[in-house]
C-alpha cells in the first residue's frame, strides 16, 4: 500500500512540472527555443576585443538571447570551440578567425552542424588564396582608413615644421593579413602621394602581431637606420604603433621626435592617459560597437527571422589624439 502511494505521489509531482504548475523554471533561457550565439576572436586579451565582447553582450542582452564568448587563439581551439558551439545547441557564430586561411575548415565543420557563420573584422581566405567572398562578413575599410592615417602623420609633420630629409616613415607591417596590409599601403601611398619620398619609406615587418611582435620587428630596424633624427610611424593597429613607440624610446627618441598614429582607438587609451605625452600621437577610432553589437544583432535576426545579412558591411573610422579621445568616445557613446 505504502508503495503504491508513493507511486501516485510520483505520478502527481510528474504531471506538475508536464503542465508547468510546478516549480518549473520560468525564465525565458529555459525554454528550448531560447537562441544561442558564440562570439570567437583571436587575441582575447587585448582591448580592441574586449569591447566587441562588451558590445556583443549588450546585444544578447537586449535582444534576449545567449552569448558564448570564446578565446580562439589557434586553429585547434577554434575547431574545438565549433563542436563544444554545437553541443550547447548554438545556432551560428561571429568570429575573427587566429588564421584566415582556416576560413575552408571553419565554414565546413560550421555547416556539419547547419551553424551560420559571420566573418569580423578578418576576412577568410580560401584554398585558392582567394577571399572567401560567399561568407558574411563585416570589416573596416582598411585601405582608406589607412590613408587617412597617412594624411594624419604628414599633417602634424608639417605643423611641427619638420624637414623631409631628416625624416623617415617606419611602417610596423602585418602583411599576410590583407586587412592589415591595406591599412600600412594606405598610410604609405598618402604619405607618397604627398612628397613622402619612398627612400625613406621602412618597412618592419612582425612575426607576431602583438606590442613585443611589433618592438622586436622596429628594434631590428632601428639598428640599420641609426641617422634617422626623427620617425612617423604607423601599423596594422594601435598595438603595432604602442611596439614601436616603445622600440624608439629604448633608443632615446620621445615625444618631440616621433609622430606614431595607431588604428582601433581602444588599445592606446592607457597612453593617452599617461602624465606625459609619448610619441603615440593619435590613433583612429574605429567602431567597436558596430563590429560587437550589429554583427550579434545581424546572426541574430538570421537565425530567428531567416533575414540574411548583408554579404560585406565596411565600417569608418575617426581621428582621435591624447586632447581629443575624451570627447570624441563620449560622442561616440564609448564612454
Ligand atoms: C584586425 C586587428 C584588430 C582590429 C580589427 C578591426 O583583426 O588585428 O586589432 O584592428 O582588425
Redesign the pocket.
Known sequence: MRRYGSVIAAAFVLLLASCGCGKTDRRPDATAERIRIGFLV??PD?P??QNEWKFAQQCADSFGFDLVKIGATDGEKVLAAIDNLAAQGAQGFVI?APDVRLGPSIMARASGYTMKVISV??RFIGADGRTMTGVHHL??SAHDIGTSVGRALVAEMTRRNWKITETALCAAT?EE?Q??RERTDGAIEALEAAGFPQSQVFKAPQRV?DIPGSFDAVNALLTQHQAVRRWLVCG????AVLGAVRAMEGRGYDASTVIGIG??GT?CITEFQKDKPTGFYASVL?APRR?GFETSALMYRWIKNGTEPPLETYTTGLLITRDTFREVLKEQGLL
Open positions: 583571436k587575441q587585448e580592441w576585443f575573427c573584422d578578418d570589416g573596416i602585418w593579413l586587412t592589415a602581431a596594422n593597429n594601435d598595438n588604428i582601433n588599445d574605429l563590429h
